[in-house]
């Protein structure tokens, strides 16, 4: 099964319901332990994982995301560990892979994807590539069946769009607020921007960026989310915790629920 | 998409990495500076402030004891004498004015050496809008003179803690304010760095200096210069200094880079100078200090505007095409040009330009005709300089 249908899988096996894909930064705060915290997200009813490669300058991150990171490469993550995570992990539950793309470019990029396919990562997310520079690496994504997931923000313009959605595979990543990574309080109105790309894609449409609550992940799903992101709540439990993957299994339960 | 008009690429590199967030904006940006450079009124009012309220032309001075301690005829271009001390005043005028038409009221810079932010604050009283500085902790420490004058014009200085807590963060805390802001707000990037159509945008509002340059050297030698030098933290005033020259064949063009502690020491600003993989960093492709895992490694100069592990896509270009030469001066070299400058012609460079005055003075050059940048002054430097010397 390709990384796209194995995707494609975990979104259409809902009934209905909207897809938890909680966020994990690899290697955070160790790689032993990060791997703990992905086995409680499986434990807890996440339907896929996001797992972050930590980088030096995470430009589309916030102050959480951004301090894990650093303090996994502190820890001595580097993409290797993090493939190693991905590969026990890949065995229960669908892996999309977040990094940047200067750690593609300095692993080369057919070697880099070839390296996902082979710890079985479904799906890639390079928050710093759009369309225009993308062509390489999902040209090496197709030829080794690992989905290219596009991103679609709420400025991109319905050109843009249109592009962006035709191009995604696995499905879309939508981007709720303009912004970082980061929690945010607001209860956004969510409706507007599914709307939108929906319009532009028959893929499914995966929201995320600012959803910190069970109750936005809830209104996420109301307002036609095929499936929901929830990162820097779940990052900050895991540097906050003195048992990171005890207190992360219960939140991802909780987000759970309110998807039920 | 629609055809790109300006460069996005030089060579392989440059390119627009950043989040889909910004692509629209960055769009905006371009046909904006599209229509800017093409509009009269624009332009006249452009150049009116330049004139009148930034003072230029600029000198090209003969500086003939530092001439005579080369054994060759210098030439410095004052970008020293320009209203808030740097080169950085050009770019910071034009963006603004751009943003105006634009309708941006929020104006978003970083800063290192402090010049860009001072550029941009005083372009934003000028102009009446709001603007936010990002700057380490680090270079807020080291250039305090610059802090003050951007409060006092107005800005709010925005310490930022991350990292080595240098540019390389400020300009990344910058992108993120942009990525959240954009509706609302134009980033004023300081150097020829950063993703398209940026590079293009600060070579156009910097060439000012080689244009004025090549022309005032014609008229007062009759000839143009066998070397054109300058300083290289992201590239911008080397850029403007040299876009005029590379047309000319015979006209060497060396940028200078901080060697920091020394190239082998590692801790250095000098990416085009080591070599070494090319890397994205800031939303361009181009020279860059990194590791094997593609992790940006943290510069180090005496000079915080050259502080800074990537560089301007453009002079990668002209570094692999051969059309420019990319060499490096240590902290204690630029310390020591710092003090001569002043000693032998009664000017106070700013410690960037230190770096290619020892270049100029020191490196042996069949050479008898040289022109240096003299990007900006030394004021904001004297107190560091004068504790590093021991005074
Ligand atoms: C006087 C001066 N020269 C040079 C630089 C380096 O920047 P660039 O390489 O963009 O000219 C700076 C940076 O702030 C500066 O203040």
């Known amino acids: 099964m390709s990384g796209a249908e194995r995707i494609a899988a975990a979104f259409s096996d809902r009934h209905g319901r909207a897809a938890l894909m909680p966020y994990l930064m690899g290697g955070f705060p160790d790689i032993k332990t990060s791997l703990g915290i992905g086995n409680a997200y499986v434990d807890g009813g996440a339907d896929l994982i996001e797992l972050g490669v930590p980088l030096s300058d995470p430009l589309a991150d916030g102050p959480v995301i951004q301090s894990a990171g650093s303090a996994a490469l502190a820890a001595g993550a580097t993409l290797d560990l993090v493939l190693g995570v991905a590969r026990e992990l890949s065995s229960c539950l669908p892996i999309i892979l977040m990094c940047y793309s200067n750690a593609i470019l300095a692993r080369g990029t057919d070697r880099f994807v070839d390296e996902l396919a082979d710890a079985g990562v479904s799906g890639l997310i390079v928050p710093d590539l759009p369309l225009e520079e993308a062509p390489a690496t999902s040209t090496s994504c197709a030829a080794a069946g690992v989905a290219f997931v596009g991103l679609a923000a709420p400025t991109s313009t319905d050109q843009r769009l249109a592009a962006i959605g035709a191009a995604t595979q696995g499905f879309l990543y939508t981007v709720a607020v303009a912004g970082?990574?980061?929690?945010?309080?607001?209860?956004?109105?969510?409706?507007?921007?599914?709307?939108r790309v929906r319009s532009h894609t028959s893929a499914p449409v995966a929201l995320g960026f600012g959803i910190s609550t069970p109750e936005q992940a809830s209104a996420a799903a109301g307002a036609g989310a095929d499936g929901v992101i929830i990162g820097s709540r779940l990052v900050r439990e895991a540097a906050e915790a003195d048992q990171p993957s005890a207190a992360c299994k219960a939140l991802v339960?909780?987000?759970?629920?309110?998807?039920? | 998409m629609s055809e790109p008009k300006l460069d996005?690429?030089?060579?392989?590199?440059?390119?627009?990495?950043?989040?889909?967030?910004?692509?629209?904006?960055?769009?905006?940006?371009?046909?904006?500076?599209?229509?800017?450079?093409?509009?009269?009124?624009?332009?006249?009012?452009?150049?009116?402030?330049?004139?009148?309220?930034?003072?230029?032309?600029t000198p090209l001075y003969l500086a003939e004891r530092l001439s005579a301690a080369a054994g060759r005829t210098i030439y410095l271009k004052r970008e020293d004498l320009i209203h808030t001390g740097a080169h950085t005043i050009h770019n910071a005028l034009g963006q603004a004015l751009l943003a105006v038409r634009?309708?941006?009221p929020r104006i978003i810079a970083e800063t290192g050496a402090g010049q860009h932010g001072v550029a941009s604050a005083t372009a934003c009283a000028l102009l009446d809008l709001e603007c936010v500085v990002y700057m380490g902790v680090e270079d807020i420490r080291r250039q305090a003179p610059n802090v003050q004058r951007m409060e006092l014009l107005g800005a709010t200085v925005v310490a930022v803690e991350a990292g080595a807590r240098t540019l390389k963060e400020a300009v990344s805390e910058a992108i993120r304010d942009w990525v959240t802001n954009v509706a609302d707000s134009h980033y004023i990037i300081g150097s020829a760095v950063g993703p398209a159509p940026y590079p293009a945008i600060v070579r156009d509002l910097q060439r000012c200096i080689g244009d004025e340059a090549r022309a005032q050297i014609?008229?007062?030698?009759?000839?143009?210069?066998?070397?054109?030098?300058?300083?290289?933290?992201?590239?911008?005033?080397?850029?403007?200094?040299?876009?005029?020259f590379v047309g000319d064949e015979d006209v060497e063009l060396i940028g200078v880079e901080a060697a920091g502690e020394g190239i082998e020491s590692g801790r250095h600003g000098a990416p085009l100078t080591a070599g070494g993989r090319p890397g994205v960093l800031h939303g361009s492709l181009s020279a860059l200090l990194q590791d094997d895992e593609g992790q940006i490694a943290e510069a180090h100069s005496i000079s915080a505007g050259l502080d800074y592990p990537g560089s301007g896509p453009e002079h990668a270009w002209l570094r692999d095409s051969g059309r420019a030469t990319y060499v490096a001066v240590t902290d204690d070299e630029a310390l020591a040009a710092f003090e001569r400058t002043a000693q032998l012609e009664g000017i106070i460079p700013a410690l960037e330009p230190a770096h290619a005055i020892h270049y100029a003075l020191h490196v042996p050059s069949n050479s008898d005709l040289d022109l240096?940048?003299?990007?900006?002054?030394g004021d904001k430097d004297l107190a560091e300089v004068l504790k590093l010397l021991g005074r």
């Open chain 1, 253 to 260: 339960e909780q987000f759970a629920q309110a998807l039920r």
């Open chain 2, 8 to 57: 996005h690429r030089f060579g392989p590199y440059g390119g627009q990495y950043v989040p889909e967030t910004l692509m629209p904006a960055l769009a905006e940006l371009e046909a904006a500076w599209l229509s800017a450079r093409v509009d009269d009124d624009f332009q006249a009012e452009l150049g009116r402030l330049l004139r009148d309220y930034a003072g230029r032309p």
């Open chain 1, 180 to 195: 970082t990574t980061g929690e945010r309080g607001d209860d956004s109105d969510y409706g507007e921007v599914i709307g």
């Open chain 2, 372 to 377: 240096i940048c003299l990007s900006g002054r």
């Open chain 2, 102 to 104: 634009m309708g941006k």
């Open chain 2, 218 to 244: 014609l008229e007062r030698e009759g000839r143009l210069p066998q070397r054109v030098i300058a300083c290289v933290g992201g590239g911008s005033n080397a850029i403007g200094a040299f876009t005029v």
